[in-house]
């Protein structure tokens, strides 16, 4: 098979000064994936797991210490030329900063374009291409610095694709963006993906959008990857999270609504409290549902506590993620 990224053993340190002492830290510890051709791959962390580092060695922005990696077959050491011509890199800022606020998005493309190389009439039926698939032909002209947060990354992904390459590394393209921004621009990924077939390795804090978008998850934890999955079988993994949610309609005060329940001697811990539009949801972890959902429904009773309900729960793909991201084996 194929792969549109492959890493041998890849790693990284850094010398480090810890209270006037020399220490080596190994962002990246010899680390192998292989991410197939027209895959979208998600690829987390907490902060400090290697993340970035990663991806800018596959990148050529920093040697190996050891290792290599291919990208479209092409190794990152003895051809980097042809691996920077084989990918698009959105790199985790969505204020428009790479981009020249006092030209329009046109100028800023065939100004990008030039700079990549490409052949000026290719560069033209790119952008108009490219203006027209990201919505942006009717403000072809107007300068960036009017555009809204929203366009401007529309302008980035499609600097992003001016070279055609067919891997795309996200990181983190929805960051700062307000709610229908980002839904937008995930739908863009999806169509770049579905429709144009472009490999896209996509980095992101939200949970939620890596859940909906990615075909397989690899977790960095101090520098290797620590699980390497579809999002449906880490799901499995961690059934045994066993979860109750319970829906408040009205309470005067919730945190002591939930240090009650959590007295309950088969609930575990509050997982999560958040607002839904019927009112207030207290997500705990419970030892068992069927033993744990009769004994809460008789202290809210006791407690006086409007409860519209008590159901069981599935962990959500943010337990997952700090379950096996955390220091805990």
């Not at 999002?231 to 059934?239: A, G, I, K």
Request: net charge positive; glycine share 6%.
């Amino acid at each position: 098979m194929d792969y549109a990224v492959e890493t041998f053993q890849l790693s990284k340190m850094f010398e480090t000064k810890e209270k006037g002492r020399k220490r080596v830290v190994k962002a990246v510890d010899h680390v192998n994936i292989k991410i197939g051709k027209g895959e979208f791959f998600g690829l987390l962390g907490p902060n400090g797991a290697g993340k970035t580092t990663l991806i800018k060695m596959l990148c050529t922005i920093i040697l190996p210490d050891e290792g290599t990696a291919k990208i479209n077959g092409y190794d990152i050491i003895k051809e980097p030329y042809k691996v920077r011509r084989s990918f698009g890199w959105f790199h985790g800022e969505t204020g428009g900063r790479s981009l020249y606020w006092r030209l329009s998005a046109e100028d800023n493309l065939r100004f990008y374009a030039y700079l990549q190389n490409v052949p000026k009439d290719v560069a033209k039926r790119r952008i108009d291409a490219l203006l027209e698939f990201f919505g942006l032909t009717e403000d072809r002209g107007k300068l960036v610095k009017e555009y809204s947060t929203g366009m401007k990354v529309r302008v980035m992904l499609a600097r992003a694709l001016l070279h055609n390459p067919p891997i795309l590394f996200m990181d983190e393209p929805t960051i700062g963006l307000d709610t229908i921004s980002a839904v937008e621009t995930r739908k863009l990924l999806t169509a770049l993906n579905a429709e144009l077939g472009k490999t896209i390795i996509f980095t992101s804090h939200n949970m939620f959008e890596v859940e909906q978008l990615c075909q397989r998850v690899a977790i960095m934890r101090k520098g290797r990857i620590i699980v390497d999955a579809p999002p449906s079988q880490l799901r499995e993994m961690l059934r045994e999270i066993r979860s109750v949610e319970v829906e408040v309609r009205e309470a005067s005060d919730l945190q002591k609504v939930a240090e009650q329940l959590v007295a309950i001697p088969v609930v575990g811990k509050v997982l999560e409290i958040k607002n839904n539009a019927y009112g207030h949801v207290i997500r705990l972890q419970v030892d068992n549902e069927y033993e744990a959902i009769p004994e809460i429904a008789e202290k809210v009773q006791r407690l006086r506590v409007k409860v519209s309900a008590i159901r069981q729960s599935e962990p959500t793909f943010e337990d997952i993620f700090v379950k096996l991201a955390s220091e805990e084996e």
